[in-house]
């Protein structure tokens, strides 16, 4: 309220509406993300906050409305919402990392190579991005685990992994959706911290959905959607 | 158990019903084929036994007594006389209407004879002929002087117990006693043979068995896909089940019943189908005839045991992969993560491969004849083989990936690599159906080449012409004769020449020379350019055999003139054309003055020594394409399951930003790999096990270059692989939309 | 609970007479404690001093209980201003929150938002925790931790009620 900053958003939503089909999923939304500030997103099931999470990362396009993502000062904003597929998928490979609640990392793949993947992705040599992937497991505190599967993993080393792979190309946007969703408290309580950790270092902006008020509290501002909007009372720019 | 479960189970939602569908209709084509197949062999079986009398070669018509003290020596021949016992029969080898072989037998016998020559009710008379439908069909369309002729009155058809097949060319002619003696070719016959092999019936019986399961094998392998379509999906009703208290051992029968009901419904479908396909497939060609229908019949007995061995067998192995899979009430309990495959899994293909190589060495080095033994090494091996290759397959695909795995440098490359390394049975199983679809057809086709048609020869000055035809003289004609002969063949509409060669006496005498002689004049009508500046020429006696592919030269007879000679060989150059060139044969062989028919070198294309394995190799080409079609539907099959399974992880890397192109190359790696690793095997197993069978049976045969149509089904296989993996392109995009993994 | 403030908002509904003020305030808030009738017209006193209420026109045979009260402009502002004004999070705030929100609803006034404004508060204590729980010692950790989880309980008491105020009004507004 009065703390309203003069500094460029990097994540600007301006009228953003969505629908599948009949249903309205978002309804009208505005909203900006501040470089470097973590958002946390909450808000009842089925409320939007997973859509309105899709079109803030291009993997959706809003019905109507935009999306603006300025990077930095060097480089032009902008409009995610008007790129083609290909050019969005580009820019979550190269701009934004992603954390889900469970299941994104691929169950035959050892854990080094699942954090591989986006730097193969990106054109890393192999040997490169092996070297690189290793040291991020290690700033995790995953020393010694990386010739791990998955499945052989606990579930809050897995879901670091999945840290460890959305940070290893230096994203300017992380995006959690219920990022410790299915850790108990003292696991979730050591991702969020390590992750945030890193984040915070980097100058990292992160933009995650919780539903879980002690996650939640580990970011600088909080907006609720309820509805397919922002509850009333939230601010909807830092 | 409760009857109402079951009914729930069974029918359970409307998305099992496409299951029971696949069960059904996919059981209904294999059951199908398997009777059509098995009707197939039946029939080839029952051709080959009504067409044995045609091998029949009796005994010499002559005696040649051996003259006491001196082997080597012997007296003068003697006729053996004709009795009623008997009859006098001339095989004419090269009885030939344009590309036809047609099997001539020429009789004669006493009124009173005894022997009864198998489809006629009566030897024919000198003079008369009994044709096969076929041959008189072709007789009566066909103008008198290009075939007609050559066999005399019509009398009769032969019956269809003598016809191998309805398309048969065969006749019967009635000859003189005189008339077989002369030609030096009869031979006295009490009985014909019913054993349509000769001495290697037990090796073709053996080549028949392994023809039979190297086709059935792909169609099982569709009955096992089959039965497995939709496990996943039944695996989580079965949790259910048990959650709600179903023990292992119910969810085992419901298993069993579920799977046994569109199996009997499937299986009894492909009985009705196959009856009512068998009228069509009889109009398959299979060594130049089709099958009469009856033969295909495989009888009730055969359908029932089918329809009882296929319904028990895919419910049994549904109750044990699902008593295997260890379904507890919250889904499956057993860890999925497969066993790494060890070099153990050589050991059937070795085996196999082992068993193979001690029949032929036994036969071909040891020179040892086991019959007993040698049939089963033979069988059994191919089968082992056969599984062998499905065994060892997961091994290889592994030992590539992890070889892969560490050259890869794509995003695909590794992930494609590991999932084959961590799941190689799994990813194997999915191309396994082509594979050995592969191995099936590189066996047929590497057995088939052994009959590969010869090429027709060209035409070069110094051999004999490929339009051209020769008729060597019988003994006793006279000069007036053969020139009146030679004078009407020469006249006939398209033939540019009709050549006379001399000698010292008939070709078939003992006293023939090695030479014949001709009149210079005569030598640029039989192709020769090098003609010495002479009266008379000579060239080597050679030059009438279709085997010599060296150009002959002409050289300087020593006599000026063909006095004391007497013609041995009358050759007709003509224009190529068919009508021209069986004109041509009916006048020479109605002429009288021959001894043998008149013969071309393009008759040899004709002439095939190894029947059965080429009417295998029609019934092989069939049941590959089938076989190729079915390893494809499983292919795509496999292909759109291993996307669906990951449909979430899939959907989240897309969601990254991973392009949907990746995931194509991802999925095409994992079809790629396995199969080009095992499929070079294959082709590889399939030519040696070809050899090895091929060599078993004779040691006259070589596995030679495969036809084309070997390539194009090789081609064919591969195309379809692409399809299949294509096919599933547009699911991938689908099914890893952002939309899949919502909700979740 | 502040029972002045409660029975104030109960009051600005209508003008009622102290004897139905207490079967208001017992039907709602009562069940476990019945508010005695000495303490109601203590407290209406109060308030008529405070200038909050006045009591209407007496009536005949009037004592304390034949006197109907109604709410004064100054009385609703003071209603307005208690209902929301977040309460810093503690362990005593349930039964106010409670109060607040049937009050904001009997007087149909905006429960979500008063609900929403004790959130944020709720979310701010919670930052603030989980910042001192970074670099600090365990026994300290602990203890951010007890006040976290208790905070959340009320966070959560919160989410529901937002998720049910319609039937709650419809509810309260129906007896």
């Known amino acids: 309220m009065s703390t309203i900053d003069t500094r460029s958003p990097i994540l600007s939503a301006r009228g953003v509406r969505h629908s599948f089909g009949q249903t309205e999923a978002l309804r009208g939304i505005d909203l900006d993300v501040h470089p470097g500030e973590v958002l946390a997103v909450m808000g009842p099931s089925g409320s939007g906050k997973s859509t309105l999470l899709h079109c803030l990362a291009g993997v959706l396009v809003p019905t109507r409305g935009s999306v603006t993502y300025g990077p930095s000062a060097g480089r032009q904003p902008v409009e995610i919402s008007a790129l083609s597929e290909p050019k969005r998928a580009r820019l979550r490979l190269t701009d934004f990392g992603f954390v889900f609640q469970f299941g994104q990392l691929l169950p035959e793949l050892s854990a080094v190579d699942n954090v591989s993947i986006p730097m193969l992705l990106g054109g890393t040599k192999r040997s490169e991005a092996r070297r690189r992937s290793a040291d991020m497991l290690d700033r995790l505190g995953l020393e010694g685990l990386g010739a791990k599967l998955p499945g052989e993993l606990s579930g809050g080393q897995a879901q670091r992994v999945a840290v460890a792979r959305a940070l290893v190309t230096s994203p300017a946007v992380l995006f959690a959706d219920e990022p410790t969703g299915s850790l108990d408290s003292l696991g979730s309580e050591n991702v969020l911290t390590i992750m945030l950790e890193l984040v915070r270092e980097f100058g990292t902006t992160v933009v995650m959905i919780t539903h879980d008020a002690r996650t939640a509290a580990y970011a600088d501002r909080e907006v609720i959607v309820r509805d397919g909007v922002i509850g009333a009372g939230y601010r909807v720019s830092p | ?744 | 609970m502040n029972n002045t403030l409660t029975l104030l908002g109960l009051l600005s509904r209508e003008p009622s007479y102290g004897y139905d003020l207490k079967h208001s305030y017992d039907r709602y808030f009562g069940t476990q404690k019945a508010l005695a009738f000495g303490q109601v017209y203590s407290t209406l006193a109060r308030m008529v001093r405070d200038e909050l209420i006045r009591a209407l026109g007496e009536e005949t045979g009037g004592g304390p209980d034949r006197k109907k009260y109604e709410v004064t402009p100054s009385g609703k502002a003071r209603v307005h201003q208690w209902l929301f004004t977040p309460d810093t999070p503690s362990e005593a705030l349930q039964s106010e929150l409670f109060a607040k929100t049937v009050v904001a609803l009997l007087i149909d006034d905006d429960a979500d938002r008063l609900l929403d404004v004790q959130r944020s508060e709720h979310m701010a204590r919670m930052r603030e925790l989980t910042r001192l729980k970074k670099d600090a010692d365990l026994l300290h950790v602990l203890m951010c931790d007890h006040g976290l989880f208790h905070i959340e309980a009320d966070l959560r008491w919160i989410d529901l009620t937002m998720a049910r105020l319609a039937q709650l009004k419809k509810e309260l507004q129906g007896a």
């Open chain 2, 1 to 744: 158990m409760n009857r109402g479960l079951l009914k729930l189970a069974v029918v359970g939602s409307r998305s099992s019903y496409g299951r029971l569908t696949g069960i059904t209709g996919g059981v209904a084509v294999g059951v199908c084929l398997l009777l059509l197949l098995w009707g197939g062999a039946n029939g080839l079986n029952a051709r080959d036994d009504r067409g044995a009398w045609l091998r029949e070669t009796g005994s010499p018509s002559v005696s040649i007594p051996t003259t006491a003290g001196d082997p080597t020596a012997s007296g003068p021949a003697t006729p053996v006389p004709l009795t009623a016992a008997t009859v006098l029969m001339r095989a004419n080898p090269v009885e030939v209407f344009r590309d036809q072989l047609i099997n001539r037998r020429d009789f004669a016998a006493l009124g009173s004879t005894t022997v009864k020559i198998p489809g006629i009710a009566s030897p024919p008379a000198p003079g008369e002929y009994y044709a096969s439908p076929a041959l008189q069909h072709l007789i009566e369309t066909t103008p008198q002087d290009q075939l007609g002729d050559r066999f005399g009155q019509f009398v009769g058809t032969i019956g269809e117990a003598a016809l191998p097949g309805p398309d048969s060319l065969i006749v019967v002619t009635g000859a003189t006693e005189t008339e077989l003696r002369q030609s030096g070719h009869a031979f006295l016959v009490s009985a014909f043979t019913t054993n349509p092999y000769g001495a290697s019936a037990a090796a073709y019986s053996t080549v028949l068995l392994i023809g039979a399961i190297a086709v059935f094998f792909p169609v099982l392998l569709l009955i096992s896909i089959v039965t497995g379509l939709g496990a996943a999906q039944r695996r989580e009703r079965f949790a259910t089940l048990r959650l709600i208290g179903a023990s292992p051992r119910t969810i085992s029968r419901i298993a069993a019943v579920e799977t046994a009901v569109p199996s009997l419904i499937g299986a009894v479908f492909g009985v009705v189908l196959a009856a009512v396909l068998r009228p069509a497939t009889a109009q398959i060609t299979v060594n130049g005839t089709r099958m009469f229908e009856a033969d295909l019949a495989t009888g009730w007995e055969a359908a029932t045991a089918v329809v009882v061995l296929v319904v028990t067998a895919s419910s049994l192995v549904a109750a044990y992969r699902t008593s295997r899979e260890g379904i507890g009430p919250l889904g499956v309990t057993r860890a999925m993560q497969e066993r790494t495959p060890n070099a153990w899994r050589m050991v059937p293909l070795l085996a196999g491969l082992a068993a193979m190589i001690t029949a032929v060495l036994l036969i071909r080095v040891l020179e040892v004849r086991v019959p007993w033994l040698e049939s089963p090494l033979l069988i059994g091996g191919f089968a082992l083989t056969l599984v062998g290759i499905v065994v060892v397959g997961p091994w290889l695909t592994q030992l590539v990936s992890r070889m892969g795995l560490r050259q890869a440098r794509s995003a695909a490359a590794v992930i494609a690599a590991s999932r084959i390394q961590r799941t190689p049975v799994a990813t194997f199983r999915s191309v396994s159906g082509l594979v050995i679809a592969v191995f099936v057809v590189s066996v047929f086709a590497g057995a088939s080449s052994i009959i590969q048609e010869a090429e027709a020869p060209a035409a070069r000055p110094g051999l004999l012409q490929p339009a051209s035809l020769h008729a060597t003289v019988a003994a006793g004609s006279s000069q007036d004769q053969v020139a009146e002969a030679a004078r009407r063949a020469g006249q006939l509409p398209g033939i540019r020449s009709a050549t006379i060669g001399y000698g010292p006496a008939a070709l078939n005498q003992r006293d023939a020379g090695p030479e014949i002689f001709l009149r210079a004049e005569d030598a640029p009508g039989l192709g020769f350019e090098d003609i010495p500046e002479t009266e008379i020429v000579a060239v080597d006696s050679s030059f009438l055999h279709y085997w010599t592919t060296q150009p002959l030269v002409l050289t300087r007879a020593p006599a000026q003139n063909l006095d004391g000679l007497v013609p041995v060989v009358i050759v007709v150059a003509a224009d190529g054309t068919p009508e021209a060139m069986d004109r041509a044969r009916t006048a020479l062989d109605g002429s009288g003055v021959t001894a043998i028919p008149a013969t071309s070198p393009l008759d040899i294309k004709l002439q095939s020594s190894a029947r059965l394995v080429q009417g295998l190799a029609v019934l092989a080409y069939l049941g590959m394409f089938v076989a190729i079609a079915i390893a494809g539907l499983s292919l795509a099959v496999a292909t759109a399951s291993a996307v669906l399974d990951r449909k979430r992880v899939l959907g989240l890397m897309r969601l990254m930003g991973m392009p949907v192109s990746v995931l194509r190359r991802i999925i095409t790696r994992e079809a790629a790999v396995p199969l080009l690793t095992v499929l070079l095997l294959s082709i590889a197993l399939g030519f040696l096990v070809a050899w090895l069978m091929v060599t078993g049976i004779n040691d006259t045969y070589r596995v030679t270059w495969p036809a084309t149509d070997y390539f194009a089904a090789l081609g064919l296989s591969l195309v379809l692989a692409l399809a299949a993996v294509g096919s599933t392109f547009s699911l991938i995009r689908a099914g890893t939309a952002i939309t899949a993994t919502r909700f979740e």
